[in-house]
């Protein structure tokens, strides 16, 4: 499924301070089952050497959904989807989780990782017809996901793992796809964390 282009427009930088870069982005949302035997291995790849280190010593649940920016026939923005219904202080709420944000480091600051969040977002609210958007993050990215519309909310996060429910250090953000607070508790994921 190919869902629209985005229109990208971004001051350029750093020598030409007034002028803006104008493009327009070509977003595909595919199911992950529909990618491509190479493309699963390049992604899960990239996933490795970027998200390889501290988050290693847990274990990920793998997104439905995959958001795609090609550049030059190849992959350079990659956004993944989880759909689930989670727990949160007891009650159900249906989320749309955003996992594995990256773009590769020669395509970065140029706009992608927004864009396709702002892809994601829609696609959560309008097609999975989620209450919230959920992702998990570490402290230093909340102003970029905050610039986008999402807001810390308090845990503690529990998830899944071999041995059982782990608390996750992780900080939970969420954006409403609907009127409606976000519950204050516990948030289980009901499942593994993503
Ligand atoms: C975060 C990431 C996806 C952004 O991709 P991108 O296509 O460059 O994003 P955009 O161009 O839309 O936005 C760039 C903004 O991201 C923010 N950002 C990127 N990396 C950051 C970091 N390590 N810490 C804090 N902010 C960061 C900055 O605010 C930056 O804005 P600036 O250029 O004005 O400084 C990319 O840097 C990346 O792949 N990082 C490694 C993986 C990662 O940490 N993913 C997030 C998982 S929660």
Same mark, same amino acid.
């Given at each position: 499924?190919?869902?629209? =282009?985005?229109?990208? %427009?971004?001051?350029?930088?750093?020598?030409?301070?007034? &002028?803006?870069?104008?493009?327009? !982005?070509?977003? #595909?949302?595919?199911? @992950?089952?529909?990618?491509?035997?190479?493309?699963? /291995?390049?992604? +899960? /790849?990239?996933?490795?050497?970027?998200?390889?280190?501290?988050?290693?010593?847990? #274990?990920?649940? $793998?997104?439905?959904?995959?958001?795609?920016?090609?550049?030059?026939?190849?992959?350079? &923005?990659?956004?993944?989807? !989880?759909?689930?219904?989670?727990?949160? =202080?007891?009650?159900?709420?249906? !989320? +749309?989780?955003?996992?594995?944000?990256?773009?590769?480091? /020669?395509?970065?600051?140029?706009? *992608?990782? &927004?864009?396709?969040?702002?892809? %994601?977002?829609? *696609?959560? %609210?309008?097609?999975? &017809?989620? =209450?919230?958007?959920?992702?998990?993050?570490?402290?230093?990215?909340?102003? *970029?996901?905050?610039?986008?519309?999402?807001?810390?909310?308090? +845990?503690?996060?529990?998830? =899944?793992?071999?041995?059982?429910? !782990? @608390?996750?250090? $992780?900080?939970?953000?969420? *954006?409403? %796809?609907?009127?409606? #607070?976000?519950?204050?508790?516990?948030? /289980?994921?009901?499942?593994?964390?993503?």
């Amino acid at each position: 499924m190919r869902i629209g =282009d985005y229109w990208l %427009c971004r001051k350029r930088r750093p020598l030409a301070l007034n &002028s803006w870069e104008m493009t327009t !982005v070509d977003i #595909e949302i595919v199911s @992950v089952q529909d990618l491509t035997f190479e493309e699963r /291995d390049f992604i +899960g /790849d990239w996933i490795g050497r970027v998200f390889g280190g501290i988050d290693s010593k847990y #274990e990920w649940a $793998h997104g439905e959904w995959a958001l795609l920016i090609r550049r030059n026939g190849g992959i350079v &923005s990659y956004v993944e989807v !989880v759909q689930r219904r989670i727990e949160v =202080d007891g009650q159900s709420v249906d !989320v +749309g989780g955003i996992a594995n944000v990256m773009t590769l480091e /020669d395509w970065k600051r140029r706009g *992608f990782a &927004s864009a396709a969040m702002r892809k %994601c977002m829609g *696609f959560i %609210c309008n097609k999975l &017809s989620a =209450d919230f958007g959920l992702l998990v993050c570490e402290a230093e990215l909340i102003p *970029f996901y905050e610039r986008l519309g999402w807001h810390v909310v308090s +845990g503690p996060l529990v998830a =899944d793992q071999s041995q059982g429910k !782990v @608390v996750l250090p $992780h900080v939970t953000m969420v *954006f409403a %796809c609907k009127d409606g #607070e976000w519950p204050v508790g516990t948030i /289980d994921l009901c499942g593994l964390p993503w």
